[in-house]
Each structure stands twice: as C-alpha cells, then as structure tokens.
C-alpha cells in the first residue's frame, strides 16, 4: 500500500496522434488522455507486458531506452502530470532510474524540448 497521498509533479512519455490528441505509449493506447482531470489507474492485462495497475511515470523527462519518433510516423512527447497514492519502483538507469507506478493522475500539459533540457540540467545540479 502506499503512502504518497500529496499530489506531486511527475513526467509521463505519451504518444501524439497527427490530430494532436495524447494516448498511453503500450497499455490501452487507443483511449485518448484527457487533460485537467483525475484519471483513477484501471488494469489493462496486455499481451507482453507485466501486469501492474497504475500509470508509469517518472520523475525527470528521461527514458533513454524508448525513441520518440518511429519509423512509423508515432510521434511522442513528455507530458507533465500530477500523480497522487503512488509507489516507486528502482528501473536501471538506462531505462530512467527510479519509476512512479500511481494510482491518479492528472496530465497538465505537453512539455517543450527546451523545459525538458532544463528539468534535466537542474536534477543533475
């Protein structure tokens, strides 16, 4: 159980469609994201991938391991979200380091490349 009922400002990799909406990068990614409200987690079992309920963020913009434009035209961008009634889970560094797995969430908005570079300069300092 966990016990981080603050709402704290994360980071979550997410897929922009040609029409500008904003869907999950793996798990239910056909449902688009809406933004400014509370998005309680659900269970999507997805053929190879660990089943684990809640939305995977991360502290910083940086998931070095996954690309953000495909050979097929996906596009994807760093949203900044509110998670709230999270765990946290140690990923290799490769893969970002630490991950968020929460319970709620909310996605404020879609974060330039600039803040991005920004949030990064200032978690190494």
């Known amino acids: 159980m966990n016990t981080n009922t603050e709402w704290k400002v994360a980071y979550k990799l997410m897929r922009q469609l040609k029409d500008g909406t904003v ?15 509370v998005l309680p987690a659900e269970c999507y079992p ?11 963020c991360c502290f910083t913009p940086y998931a070095p391991h996954l690309k953000h434009d495909l ?19 140690n990923r290799p560094e490769s893969q970002g380091g630490a991950w968020i797995l929460a319970q709620e969430m909310i996605a404020e908005r879609i974060i330039s490349d600039e ?9 190494i300092a």
């Not at 990614?29 to 409200?37: A, D, I, L, Q």
Request: aromatic residues 12%.
């Open 23 to 37: 869907h999950p990068l793996f798990i239910n990614k056909k449902e688009e994201t809406r933004f400014g409200v």
């Open 46 to 56: 997805t053929k190879g991938f660990a089943v684990r309920q809640g939305w995977h």
């Open 71 to 89: 050979s097929n035209g996906e596009h994807r961008v760093w949203v900044e979200v509110l998670v709230r009634n999270y765990d946290t889970y």
């Open 115 to 123: 803040e991005i570079q920004m949030i990064l300069a200032e978690a």
